[in-house]
């Protein structure tokens, strides 16, 4: 399951700018993935690469060697927007779940 997720969360993340695979993680961990390391970020991007969910391009950098950008295509684009609303379906049935079934123990 939480690989669907962080791929939801990368491609969103892609949506807004072009970013690189380091500042990328840096991003993720900002939002409290910080059990993800680069080394499971690059083969995500590569196999998003490999479905044209995602494109790159090698851009200077002013700290050492070129960095690889990547960017939605449009099927990248129509995936992210299926993501959110399967996210939003599983969320509203997991909050119902937890609403109902928390209560039975409370004596409702």
Request: aromatic fraction near 10%; include cysteine; proline fraction near 2%.
């Amino acid at each position: 399951m939480m690989k669907g997720i962080l791929d939801g969360c990368i491609l969103a993340i892609i949506k807004n700018k072009e970013v690189y695979g380091y500042e990328l993680a840096e991003k993720l961990e900002d939002y409290g993935f910080s059990n993800f390391s680069e080394g499971t970020i690059y083969p995500l991007l590569l196999r998003m690469q490999k479905e044209k969910l995602v494109t790159s391009t090698l851009k200077k950098s002013t700290a050492g060697p070129k960095r690889k950008y990547y960017r939605l295509t449009e099927n990248g684009e129509q995936e992210l927007q299926n993501f959110i609303e399967r996210w939003e379906i599983l969320q509203t049935n997991v909050n119902h779940v937890l609403a109902h079934e928390t209560k039975k123990g409370k004596g409702v």
